[in-house]
């Protein structure tokens, strides 16, 4: 089974206005509220791929409730962390063809929540064979929180697959103990390194060759349309999708990191890890939903994925 991370879940409220008013009344004909957060995008990926998945965080108040009842619905095991504030709303307003958001900031922790977190992932990772953690890290908690979790997965022997930025990102990747792979893009990169970074294979591999990469088995560098850059033990690859219909592209890394997830569960060759990541990304990109996919195309877009590998 796989365990996944998401500290900061929220409800996603998406609402449809064709013409948005500012400082009037606006009605919504036709809201949708789904359990949101990167790492529930990446839960319900797995489970759509069929594979067993375990989803963990924290969470508290109404809008907990609301998450547990969604993914308890969906038919998907969680077992998060319950505190005595309340989960967050995300907003998402479809107007004019542009998408304003409101995010709310979620509840802070305390050191004892961070503490009680723990002590559940630990137990938590006795039943599982590997770790995605996605997403920001709430208030309250230090930035080296996630650093931590890598630290006790490793010392189990499960890999941990981190998908997250900024400091706590930075945090995982200065720790002498590794994560076993992470996605980040090309913004996440520049932020990183402090550099500019382009889309080119000499950029992008002289980028990769940084001492914070060094140890780190799988780097998905995830470029959108253009597919990925990937640093694989001491080994590069170019993989490049073909073109296809975008319908909502909102959640594609997440997609990509649940494919990757699974393929490396189950320990598939390096082209198939990459294949499958890339064709999970595709297919979130293809649909409304965000964090879902069409299992039903998964095939015909596998095979268009094409991996280069590249000398360096
Ligand atoms: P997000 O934060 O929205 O989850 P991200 O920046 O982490 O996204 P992207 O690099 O945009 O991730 O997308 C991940 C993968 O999804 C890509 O590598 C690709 O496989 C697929 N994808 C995303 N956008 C497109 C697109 N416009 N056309 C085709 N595939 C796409």
Redesign the pocket.
């Known amino acids: 089974m796989i365990l996944t991370v998401t500290m900061n879940p929220s409800v996603d409220i998406s609402y449809p206005i064709p013409h948005f008013k500012l400082d009037d009344v606006n009605r919504v004909e036709a809201a949708s509220k789904t359990a949101g957060g ?1 790492g529930l ?1 990446v839960t319900r990926v797995i489970k759509q791929l069929g594979e067993g998945v375990l989803a963990t965080g924290v969470l508290g108040g109404m809008i907990g409730e609301y998450i547990v009842q969604e993914l308890t619905k969906n038919e998907i095991e969680n077992n998060f962390l319950k505190i005595n504030q309340e989960s967050r709303n995300c907003i998402a307003i479809l107007h004019d063809g542009k998408q304003t958001e409101i995010l709310e900031a979620g509840p802070t922790l305390t050191n004892e929540d961070g503490s009680a977190f723990l002590a559940k992932y630990e137990t938590l990772l006795s039943s599982v064979s590997l770790v995605t953690i996605s997403g920001s890290l709430p208030k309250g908690l230090p930035s080296t929180f996630y650093r931590q979790m890598v630290e006790m997965g490793r010392d189990k022997g499960i890999p941990v697959i981190v ?1 997250t930025s900024g400091e706590s990102l930075r945090q995982v990747l200065l720790h002498n103990v590794k994560p076993f792979a992470i ?1 980040p ?1 090309i ?1 996440e990169l520049t932020q990183l390194l402090g550099r500019e970074v382009e889309q080119s294979i000499s950029s992008l591999s002289q980028a990769l060759e940084d001492d914070m990469f060094q140890g780190i088995e799988w780097i998905v560098v ?4 253009a ?2 850059f990937v640093k694989h033990g001491s080994d590069f690859y170019r993989v490049t ?1 073909p ?2 219909d ?1 319908v909502n ?8 990191v649940a494919g990757l997830a699974v393929a490396l569960k189950h320990k598939q060759p390096a082209l198939v890890v990459l294949k499958t ?3 999970t ?2 297919l ?2 293809m649909e409304a939903a965000t964090g879902h996919i069409n299992t039903a195309n998964f095939s015909q877009f596998f095979e268009l994925v094409q991996v280069e590998k590249i000398d360096y």
């Open positions: 990167k995008n998908d996605k893009n913004t995830s470029m959108g349309g597919g990925a999708i073109p296809i975008v592209p909102v959640g594609s890394g997440d997609a990509t990541a890339m064709t990304g595709m979130n990109t």
